[in-house]
């Protein structure tokens, strides 16, 4: 990947490489052979196709970035990502499936995390709490995780289905 260091952003604004980021990235073995010329142009190259696919796909990144952050709390014994529910449960083509973003287990207790790069809708609210219920038992947990700013209504509708939201405002605050 070669490009410009600062393009043009929504509204007109301009938007400058994340320096700290893209040095982040490459430290931990995600990007190889990263130059910047601050001001002029940005360069590097992705470790492999697969972490290509991650970091070009927003969706991708939010759930690897609460994937790492289930790891890094040290509370959960498993966590696994893009979890593919199958409601018949022998896999066949035709079923009908549904993926969890985030899985993660805390001791005997389930905890179903849905990530989203939109604005958070009842529907994605009312399919969490069906997946919670139906498949992790009476203890389930669940949170859905956006990177907007969250309605008040929205939180009221996750409050009464017992789904904890985490939104912009936290994401950037850090998560507790």
């Not at 990263?34 to 972490?51: M, N, T, Y």
Request: neutral net charge; aromatic residues 6%; proline residues 1%.
């Amino acid at each position: 990947m070669a490009g410009a260091y600062t393009v043009k952003g929504e509204r007109g604004s301009r938007i400058s490489a994340p320096d700290a980021a893209l040095i982040g990235l490459e430290k931990i073995g995600m990007l190889k052979n990263l130059v910047i010329k601050r001001g002029e142009r940005v360069s590097f190259d992705f470790a492999d196709a697969q972490i290509r696919t991650w970091l070009r796909d927003i969706g991708s990144v939010l759930e690897l970035y609460i994937y790492k952050v289930c790891l890094d709390v040290g509370i959960f014994q498993d966590v696994h990502t893009s979890v593919v529910v199958d409601w018949e449960g022998d896999f066949r083509r035709d079923n009908v499936t549904n993926e969890i973003d985030v899985m993660a287990m805390q001791g005997v207790t389930p905890v179903f995390i849905s990530c989203k790069t939109c604005e958070v809708n009842t529907e994605a609210l009312n399919d969490l709490a069906i997946l919670r219920d139906r498949f992790g038992g009476h203890g389930a947990k669940a949170a859905i995780v956006t990177t907007q700013t969250c309605r008040s209504v929205t939180r009221h509708r996750a409050a009464e289905l017992g789904i904890r939201v985490i939104d912009r405002s936290d994401l950037q605050g850090g998560i507790t």
